[in-house]
């Protein structure tokens, strides 16, 4: 994959001293190490951050740097490709966001092989690559949300219904259980995540915290799973039959078939995915005036400005109020003066 030292081996200072850091080291890490760059500290990193950063690598970082030594690597020279890059059949060009990671991913490699005494300098410092976003995502409104639900076949409707009114992600929806699920308090506990079906932790540890769960939206949940042919507390809350249980749907493939076309029913030409929901679950709480912690605690980001974390302190009963806030103004198709959060 990634290789630093044609002869392979354990890193030694030695290298630097002789001058050798120059022979033929490609960016990177030798082939024991790769699965850690690739992870960034697997310890510290999602599956899903894991997935994006070996994506990242094996479509734009190695195809054009995976020869070059590492003390040939130029600043400049990593800027000008990153403003060069674009997706081959569209020529559409990469977002900031897009570009800035794989700037950052680039830049972890370079920590790693300072660490480890294979080169003594990360040019990737001096590389500017802003991450602000050239446009803002699309949003849905409330009649946008309650006209797709009315085209979607079960289980992708209560899937999105529980997306729309929790702003879970794509992950810790299809992770949950039954035994995750709190009818009797309406809660929603928040334990494990699923990406490309390997099972692993949230995102972060805020990801954790417990999520309220409206008792419309309960209802919904609860006559799923008496359709479901897998009720038990240890089943899947969307398990595939086609898994026999085993495993729960594949997200995407019931985006594309089921989705796709109901958000042509429904007349809306938004780029919509997962996320969408999510995102219009925050836009959607600050839009309706909830407090900015309450908000963040209802998405579960780890950090919101240091001042609103200092000065302000969400409980239950506010988190609850503010959810059931939002669920009675997509259901009742209110208008709102919507503003990216």
Same mark, same amino acid.
């Given at each position: 994959?990634?290789?630093?030292?044609?002869?392979?081996?354990?890193?030694?200072?030695?290298?630097?001293?002789?001058?050798?850091?120059?022979?033929?080291?490609?960016?990177?890490?030798?082939?024991?190490?790769?699965?850690?760059?690739?992870?960034?500290?697997?310890?510290?990193?999602?599956?899903?951050?894991?997935?994006?950063?070996?994506?990242?690598?094996?479509?734009?970082?190695?195809?054009?740097?995976?020869?070059?030594?590492?003390?040939?690597?130029?600043?400049?020279?990593?800027?000008?490709?990153?403003?060069?890059?674009?997706?081959?059949?569209?020529?559409?060009?990469?977002?900031?966001?897009?570009?800035?990671?794989?700037?950052?991913?680039?830049?972890?490699?370079?920590?790693?092989?300072?660490?480890?005494?294979?080169?003594?300098?990360?040019?990737?410092?001096?590389?500017?690559?802003?991450?602000?976003?050239?446009?803002?995502?699309?949003?849905?409104?409330?009649?946008?949300?309650? !006209?797709? /639900? =009315?085209?979607? $076949?079960?289980?992708?409707? @209560?899937?999105?219904? +529980?997306? &729309?009114?929790?702003? *879970?992600?794509?992950?810790?929806?299809?992770?949950?259980?039954?035994?995750?699920?709190?009818?009797?308090?309406?809660?929603?506990?928040?334990?494990?995540?699923?990406?490309?079906?390997?099972?692993?932790?949230?995102?972060?540890? !805020?990801? /954790? =915290?417990?999520? $309220?769960?409206?008792?419309? @939206?309960?209802?919904? +949940?609860? &006559?799923?799973?008496? *359709?479901?042919?897998?009720?038990?507390?240890?089943?899947?809350?969307?398990?595939?039959?086609?898994?026999?249980?085993?495993?729960?749907?594949?997200?995407?493939?019931?985006?594309?078939?089921?989705?796709?076309?109901?958000?042509?029913?429904?007349?809306?030409?938004?780029?919509?995915?997962?996320? @969408?929901?999510?995102?219009?679950?925050?836009?959607?709480?600050?839009?309706?005036?909830?407090?900015?912690?309450?908000?963040?605690?209802?998405?579960?980001?780890?950090?919101?400005?240091?001042?609103?974390?200092?000065?302000?302190?969400?409980?239950?009963?506010?988190?609850?109020?503010?959810?059931?806030?939002?669920?009675?103004?997509?259901?009742?198709?209110?208008?709102?003066?919507?503003?990216?959060?």
């Amino acid at each position: 994959m990634l290789r630093l030292d044609g002869r392979g081996g354990r890193p030694r200072s030695s290298l630097l001293a002789s001058g050798h850091a120059r022979y033929p080291i490609a960016i990177g890490i030798p082939h024991e190490a790769a699965g850690k760059i690739s992870q960034v500290d697997e310890d510290r990193k999602s599956y899903s951050t894991q997935v994006t950063y070996e994506g990242y690598l094996k479509k734009w970082i190695l195809p054009r740097w995976r020869a070059c030594r590492l003390t040939d690597v130029k600043a400049t020279e990593v800027e000008k490709w990153l403003k060069s890059l674009c997706f081959p059949k569209t020529g559409v060009p990469l977002a900031r966001g897009s570009r800035a990671k794989i700037r950052n991913i680039m830049s972890a490699i370079y920590s790693h092989a300072i660490r480890w005494e294979w080169t003594e300098k990360n040019p990737i410092t001096s590389v500017r690559q802003s991450s602000k976003r050239q446009k803002a995502p699309d949003v849905l409104t409330p009649e946008e949300i309650m !006209a797709f /639900l =009315k085209e979607l $076949p079960d289980p992708l409707r @209560t899937m999105i219904e +529980l997306d &729309a009114f929790t702003g *879970l992600r794509r992950g810790e929806l299809i992770g949950l259980r039954w035994q995750d699920v709190d009818f009797e308090n309406l809660i929603l506990h928040i334990r494990r995540s699923v990406v490309a079906m390997v099972e692993g932790a949230p995102k972060t540890e !805020a990801s /954790l =915290k417990d999520v $309220p769960l409206d008792a419309q @939206t309960a209802e919904s +949940l609860w &006559a799923w799973r008496h *359709l479901s042919p897998y009720a038990s507390p240890s089943d899947w809350v969307f398990a595939s039959p086609h898994m026999k249980g085993r495993q729960p749907y594949w997200p995407g493939t019931l985006w594309r078939y089921y989705g796709k076309p109901a958000l042509q029913r429904a007349k809306i030409t938004k780029q919509v995915s997962y996320h @969408t929901f999510r995102h219009t679950f925050g836009t959607l709480l600050n839009a309706n005036g909830e407090n900015p912690k309450v908000v963040q605690e209802l998405l579960r980001h780890a950090s919101l400005k240091v001042t609103t974390d200092v000065y302000m302190q969400a409980v239950g009963p506010q988190k609850r109020e503010a959810q059931s806030n939002l669920v009675k103004l997509v259901r009742r198709g209110a208008v709102l003066e919507i503003k990216p959060a």
